[in-house]
């Protein structure tokens, strides 16, 4: 059963880079058909979605964070990852690594997600 | 993009009743629309995606319904574990959530 770990700093500063990765164990990352999701969650607010990776390593981002965003992967490690540039105190929320294993774009598989708070 | 609306923001209902919660597009996702449970501390978990298919190992209690903008999740029976925050998602068009209903239990 695949599983996702999300990894990365609790706390960042502003204007810095955050880098978070996620692990992806039970299954290969590099799997015909598997596209690799970063979600984030305000507080109290709806999800939204960031932006996935292709089994393949194409990449398509939400254009409102398109100017910020990478998402990169990392076969050797079975991991991909997520770049957001820019920081500021708005970009703080939960972080979740996703995927779709059901042919189209709803998550069925999610990592515990992580919290991460922009503050100097 | 696509804006997700979903009322009511808070509902509370006795166990055993019905739940009856919405969600809106702003224009036509066909039936491109899911739903999620979150409980506090935990991620989101797939209940419906299709507007009406259950995902795997969800009670029949919960169903779907709607097509076009206007969408329906019901909790048929509602039990003291279905307390949690229920958001909707489109995927026609990129990705978009709703703002969530929150629903409790009397």
């Known amino acids: 059963q695949v599983q996702l770990q999300e990894s990365g700093p609790g706390l960042v500063k502003p204007s810095q880079t955050l880098v978070l990765t996620c692990t992806v164990s039970?299954?290969?990352?590099?799997?015909?058909?598997?596209?690799w999701t970063w979600i984030r969650q305000h507080p109290g607010k709806g999800p939204e979605w960031i932006g996935y990776i292709s089994y393949n390593g194409i990449s398509n981002y939400n254009p409102s964070l398109q100017s910020r965003v990478t998402i990169s992967l990392d076969t050797s490690k079975n991991q991909f990852s997520l770049y957001l540039a820019s920081l500021t105190a708005a970009d703080t929320a939960f972080y979740y690594c996703a995927s779709r294993t059901g042919g189209d774009w709803y998550f069925d598989l999610w990592g515990r997600g992580t919290l991460v708070t922009v503050s100097s | 993009e696509i804006v997700m609306t979903q009322s009511p923001g808070t509902l509370s209902v006795s166990p055993g009743e019905r739940a009856t919660l919405s969600c809106r597009a702003s224009?036509?996702?066909?039936?491109?629309l899911a739903w999620y449970q979150q409980k506090p501390g935990q991620a989101p978990r797939l209940l419906i995606y299709g507007a009406s298919t259950r995902a795997t190992g969800i009670p029949a209690r919960f169903s779907g319904s709607g097509s076009g903008t206007d969408f329906t999740l019901t909790i048929s029976s509602l039990q003291s574990e279905d307390s949690a925050v229920y958001f909707c998602q489109q995927y026609y068009v990129w990705v978009t959530f709703g703002g969530g209903t929150k629903v409790e239990t009397k």
């Open positions: 039970g299954g290969s990352i590099n799997s015909a058909g598997n596209y």
């Open positions: 224009q036509s996702v066909s039936s491109h």
